[in-house]
């Protein structure tokens, strides 16, 4: 039996969530179209007979200087230091620069069993998978690269069991069963976050945190009871998502609503959302320190 842990890292946006999710069957990461969209370091489980994979989804390694870019960095990096294998995921659809190349400098100085996996390749033609592969092959030589769909489920066969070669003899850290290891709270608290980048633009999905302030269960009732708070930095952005006669946080509430009674099917669930202004929280190290741990 195998066991062993492996970190994905990559430019934002290279469907490293997805592909946790695909993985894992199941939603342990959230995705979106906007890039930083992963803000921690999030485990995903997966276990066949061979034995289990322990993935590490990171925040997409983004250069830039604002202390919660640099955060942001900082957990991604640090995800690669406690792990058997390194998964690289590149984005098909844009031509490598100066992200990957930072990428490539830092998995090269882990020493670690690198695996890269080209994705998106539904959406590109296979001249761009080409010309992608040649220019990454050129700065990682030694190491097998594989084209895949995170969306479509295709080429990811054998990524996995690249991985298992990898990977050392060792017993199951976590039951069959499991697909993550995420408080509840935080789990909650993505899903929600999720669904309200979905509804707006521009900086606006960055502005916003989410924080389960209360999780109650009623025994009696067979019921669970939970308060969340969306935070945002400006009254502007409060009422974009509060919207017209509360059109959209009554939208965000519906469909957080369907992905969280999957994690409670048979009790009675009810949400309150409310949408509170925290002005800078992103340059707020307390906050962040909370927020990004
Ligand atoms: N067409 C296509 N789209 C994909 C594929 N994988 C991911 N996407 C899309 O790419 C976008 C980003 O996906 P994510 O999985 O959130 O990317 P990520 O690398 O986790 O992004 P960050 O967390 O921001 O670093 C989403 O709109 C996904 O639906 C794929 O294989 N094909
Ligand atoms: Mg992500």
């Not at 930072?102 to 090269?108: E, F, L």
């Amino acid at each position: 039996m195998k066991s062993g842990s492996i970190a994905i890292i990559g430019r934002p946006s290279s469907g490293k969530s997805t592909l946790v999710n695909t993985i894992c069957e199941g939603k342990v990461s959230i995705t979106a179209s906007t890039p930083q969209t992963t803000r921690n370091a999030i485990k995903g489980i997966f276990t066949d007979q061979r034995g289990q994979l322990i993935f590490t989804d990171t925040p997409g390694y983004h250069i830039g200087e604002k202390a919660f870019n640099k955060r942001l960095q900082e957990t991604a990096v640090t995800s690669l230091s406690d792990v058997d294998a390194i998964l690289y995921v590149v984005d098909a659809s844009r031509v490598p620069g100066a992200e990957e190349v930072a990428i490539i400098d830092i998995i090269r100085k882990t020493r670690k069993p690198i695996v890269v996996a080209i994705n998106k390749k539904d959406l590109v033609s296979g001249n761009q998978i080409d010309t992608c592969k040649t220019i990454i092959a050129s700065y990682l030589n030694d190491v097998p690269i594989f084209i895949i769909s995170a969306k479509d489920d295709t080429g990811i066969d054998e990524v996995l069991i690249e991985l298992f070669k990898i990977v050392p003899e060792g017993s199951l850290m976590y039951s069959e069963e499991t697909f993550t290891d995420q408080p509840l709270e935080f789990r909650i608290s993505e899903i929600i976050r999720e669904k309200a980048i979905s509804l707006v633009t521009e900086e606006i999905p960055h502005a916003i945190f989410v924080e389960v302030s209360d999780l109650e269960y009623s025994e009696i009732e067979q019921s669970v009871w939970i308060r969340a708070f969306i935070n945002v930095e400006r009254e502007t952005q409060k009422g974009i998502l509060i919207g017209k006669g509360g059109e959209g946080i009554k939208k965000i509430r519906q469909r957080a609503f369907k992905d969280i009674k999957k994690i409670f099917p048979s009790l009675q669930l009810h949400i309150d959302l409310r949408v509170k202004v925290q002005p800078k929280w992103r340059q707020n190290e307390t906050l962040l320190g909370r927020i990004l741990s």
